[in-house]
């Protein structure tokens, strides 16, 4: 029977699995409907989708590095518990090992994509969610190249609640590039350099400054000398090069990387859950809630 494209929405609709899962249960079903949710379900991979309007917000960060190639990505978990399962990080390195080897361009791509194993990513990750209990999801990744002549430098905090890899180029001083990376784990910066500060951002920031002058009585003739002198403390809490080195308080990192004879060029920061809306319950709103229904 011909799989359509109504009858593998229609099946995602009532199980919540992926694309490729449906349409391989409707193919191996021969398109019975009750019979592909059947099959759905014995895979574990219908269970795992009712899982799907939970929140993941824990998780790990991973690196892996294979010569002038480098990834970073975010897995998520529902509990920092299942984060420390060995089933969890045993997936997390094998996500890491297959983006790495495909560079898919965007999460979607990668969910797509098929594995050394057969599996889809996507049916691959639902696999782990049957067999541990919570939804999981790879949010984000990030593949990074560079040449012979260049290092890279990663590093994992807190066992991987947050990550950093950093690409010093022009240096092989991976030490250095591993620092830089400490760095940026806890000072957080946005950008590397001033010059990646959009002109919009500035004149932003100078107008709140100026306005903050003004109002704290400063007079006219000096306000546009403070501003300037303001604008250099908002470079230095977003510009990683402008920062003080956690390592040496008495050197810029611009400075320490300066004296490995490379620049840095590129630093991608993951911090798990960072930007996930987490769901609080409230206990005595859920009672209040439910005496009302009553």
């Known amino acids: 029977m011909a ?8 099946l995602r609709e009532k199980t919540g699995a992926g694309m490729m899962d449906c349409k391989k249960a409707l193919t191996e079903t ?21 899982k799907g309007d939970r929140i993941a917000a824990e998780g790990l960060t991973f690196i892996q590095v294979e010569g002038n190639e480098a990834v970073i990505l975010e897995v998520n978990s529902e509990t920092d518990f299942v984060a420390k399962n060995e089933g969890f990080q045993v997936l997390v390195k094998e996500l890491a090992a297959h983006l790495l080897a495909n560079k898919p361009a965007t999460v ?15 049916a691959h990750i639902n696999e782990a969610v ?4 919570e939804k999981l ?6 593949v990074v190249s560079k040449s012979d002549a260049d290092a890279f430098g990663g590093y994992l905090h807190m066992g991987g609640r947050i990550g950093v890899l950093t690409v010093l180029e022009g240096s092989t001083d991976e030490a250095a590039a591993k620092d830089v990376a400490m760095h940026i784990a806890a000072l957080k910066p946005l950008y590397v350099s001033r010059d990646q500060v959009s002109a919009e951002e500035i004149d932003r920031e100078r107008k709140v ?7 704290e009585g400063k007079p006219e003739a000096i306000v546009a000398k403070m501003v300037e002198g ?22 810029k990192v611009g400075q320490f990387v300066a004296a490995t004879g490379g620049k840095l060029t590129n630093f991608v ?17 859920e009672v209040m809630s439910q005496i009302k229904k009553d």
């Open 269 to 285: 920061r993951f911090e798990v859950g960072e930007g996930i809306e987490k769901k609080v319950d409230n206990f005595a709103e």
């Open 130 to 133: 049957a067999k541990i209990g």
């Open 209 to 215: 400054l100026t306005e903050q002058a003004l109002n």
């Open 3 to 10: 799989i359509t494209a109504q009858m593998v929405k229609e």
């Open 30 to 50: 021969d398109g019975n409907m009750d019979a592909a949710i059947d099959y759905l379900r014995e895979k574990g991979i219908a269970k795992a989708a009712k």
């Open 230 to 251: 303001r604008l250099g403390k908002f470079f230095e809490d977003i510009c990683v090069l402008d920062q003080t080195f956690v390592k040496n308080p008495d050197q």
């Open 137 to 142: 999801t790879l949010r984000r990744f990030e």
């Open 108 to 122: 979607e791509e990668a969910l797509a994509q098929t594995m050394a194993n057969g599996s889809t990513v996507e």
